[in-house]
């Protein structure tokens, strides 16, 4: 018989980072996530809060999440310290724009050649900082 082993694995060290393929993987969730945000109706609302241009949007997400799943500090390299809820002070987001923005990740995840227990693991994980940047 097969034992599943718990999700907690992931949270462990780099183990995040790795299952998400390190850079190169993290990079296409990334751009897959932005390309939901750009095509999915009813993404409209929140893709209209980022400027026309995504590309610094798409580099400042993928070198953020890096660090965020244990892997390199990309982020905290090139722009300093940051913290969720500051950069996201001065827009409108409430439960409806924080659900759209997990509903554009689990469209990226489901793309994804990732484990089905770290796709899991990884939509349950990003619903904190979701709800944190909530202003509304
Ligand atoms: C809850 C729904 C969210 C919405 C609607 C949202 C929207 C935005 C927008 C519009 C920007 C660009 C801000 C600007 O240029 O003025 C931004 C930046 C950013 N967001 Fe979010 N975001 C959300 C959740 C998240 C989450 C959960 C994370 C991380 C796990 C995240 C990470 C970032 C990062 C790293 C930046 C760049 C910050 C900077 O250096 O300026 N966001 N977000």
């Known amino acids: 018989m097969q034992i599943s082993r718990p999700d907690e694995q992931y949270g462990n060290g780099d183990t995040s980072f790795k299952a998400a393929g390190g850079e190169a993987g993290v990079r296409k969730l990334v751009n897959d996530f932005y390309d939901q945000m750009e095509q999915l109706p009813e993404a ?3 893709r209209e809060m980022h ?3 995504l590309t610094e949007s798409r580099d400042k997400l993928h070198l953020f999440l890096c660090g965020w799943l244990g892997g390199p500090r990309l982020y905290q390299e090139k722009y300093g310290g ?3 809820p500051k950069a996201h002070s001065h827009l409108k ?3 409806h724009e924080s659900k759209t923005w997990i509903l554009c990740m689990q469209k990226a995840l489901d793309k994804q050649a990732y484990k089905e227990s770290f796709k899991r693991y990884l ?3 990003l619903r904190r900082p979701a709800e944190a940047c909530r202003t509304l």
Do not use: L, N
Request: glycine share 6%; no cysteine; proline share 0%.
């Open 93 to 95: 987001i409430g439960e």
């Open 44 to 46: 409209k609302i929140i």
């Open 51 to 53: 400027s026309a241009d």
């Open 123 to 125: 939509i349950t994980e």
């Open 82 to 84: 940051m913290s969720i």
